[in-house]
Structures are given as C-alpha cells and as structure tokens.
C-alpha cells in the first residue's frame, strides 16, 4: 500500500456503516466488491450497498452445500434491493471430483472442503479487486471480536462498515427499512452458513454457535491471508 493511499484511509477514520461505504465505493469505483453469503444478517450491508450503488460486485460463493432457503432469499433480495452486480461463484469441477467426488468431505476435513469450496474460489473471483467488504460484526466473538473498519490482507484493502454493530443495530436497521428476513430466522437458526455444517441455535449472546458445532472449528478460512495468518488491521500496518 502506497503511503497516499494510506493517507486516503485516514480520511475514512470514524466513519462506519452506509457512511463508510460511500468513500470507499466512490475512491475504488471499479476495483471494490463485496463478499455476501445472502445469510442471516446479509440483508443489512446489501441494502446500504443498494443505496449507494446497486451495481457493485456482490461475490456469493454458491459452495453447492447451500440451504435452498439460502439461494431462495438470494433471489428475493436481489430483486427486492436492485442489485445487478451479483456474481455466482462455483467451486473448480475437476478440483470436487478429484477431491470430494462422494460430497463428504466436510465430515473428514471440514478445513479442506471450506478451502476447495469457499477459499480458491473466492481468491478467483477478487482477481482484479484490490477491496473487499464484508458484512462481519465484533459482536460475533471469537476471531471477530477485535475486528477494525479497515485491515488489509493479500495486498487488499478488507472493509467491514458493520464492525461496531450490535445484534439490537442490526434489527433496527432491517426493521426500519422493511428487509425481508431469511426463512431460516424464523425457525431459530441465528447464522446460516452451508446446511451440513450449520444447526438451529445461537443467540446475540453466542450467534454463531450453530455454525460447525462441536468440531472447535470456527471460520471457513477465506476472511484470513493464504498463509493462515490473520488479517493485519490498517492501524498497526501503517506503523
Ligand atoms: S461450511 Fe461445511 S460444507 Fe461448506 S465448504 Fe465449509 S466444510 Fe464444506
């Protein structure tokens, strides 16, 4: 990162949610796009995206393990926000045959299949991206506790305006503006991820306690660097 684009970033400094999201879409016009799982909360960051500019890239990682009701509320909220910039990304055929041709490789190596299905599948798609915006919350816990506005990663900028949100934030902003809610909500699933590996359960006290439970396993990998490391928040990789 350039030591103007750092200063660039400063001038972010405060700022979070739809008002974060309109310098960055605005200052990386063609080169941001957004990682989406169309999950429990997605609806949030879409619509701030959609008031901004309803064609930025939206990257969904269709890992093929969905819930229908996941891509159902897909196509719901991209007809009700406008947005015309979702791209659809599909794991590497040859790689699934080759590796999980039965489909069972998230009960042997959970971290393996997240890496075929989630991870080289999305380094794919940010080709050409130098940003990413991702709808991740502190309240979350674990690895997302101490997460800031604005890391880099990989040689990219990872913006995530929704790092101060509560869960009472994210309920008021869906409410205030209509959002449909994922099907799944209303039958106690608190975060969604693929259906083999997600149970009803979690609370805004433990929301992601339903996502790989009881494996100890809890990130599918593509929010850390390829080496495993975790991203560097902008502050301390500025000094
Ligand atoms: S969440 Fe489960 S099914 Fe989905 S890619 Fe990861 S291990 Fe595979």
């Not at 400063?10 to 974060?20: C, D, K, M, P, T």
């Not at 999201?21 to 619509?47: K, M, Q, Y």
């Not at 994922?182 to 975060?191: A, C, D, R």
Request: glycine share 10%; with cysteine.
């Amino acid at each position: 990162m350039s030591s103007l684009e750092k200063q660039i970033f400063e001038s972010y400094a405060g700022l979070e949610g739809q008002q974060l999201l309109e310098p960055i879409l605005r200052d990386f016009h063609g080169r941001a796009a957004v990682v989406s799982s169309f999950g429990a909360e997605s609806a949030v960051l879409l619509h701030m995206v959609s008031q901004v500019d309803p064609s930025t890239p939206v990257i969904f990682l269709d890992t093929g393990k969905h819930f229908w009701e996941t891509i159902s509320y897909r196509a719901k909220l991209v007809d009700r926000l406008g947005l015309t910039g979702v791209r659809v990304i599909t794991p590497d055929k040859a790689l699934l045959a080759a590796q999980d041709p039965d489909g069972t490789l998230h009960k042997k190596n959970a971290d393996h299949c997240c890496h075929i299905r989630k991870t080289l599948p999305l380094e794919r798609a940010l080709a050409g991206f130098d940003v990413t915006i991702s709808g991740r919350k502190r309240y979350h816990g674990a690895a997302r506790a101490t997460l800031d506005f604005l890391s880099i990663g990989d040689g990219r900028l990872k913006v995530e305006p929704l790092a101060g949100f509560s869960a009472l934030d994210i309920a008021a902003h869906m409410k205030a503006h209509d959002l449909p809610t994922h099907p799944l909500t209303e039958i106690g699933y608190f975060s969604i991820g693929c259906e083999p590996c997600t149970l009803p359960g979690g609370s805004a006290a433990d929301p992601r306690a339903g996502r790989w439970a009881g494996t100890g396993k809890t990130e599918c990998g593509i929010h850390w660097t390829h080496n495993g490391q975790a991203i560097t928040p902008l502050s301390r990789a500025a000094h």
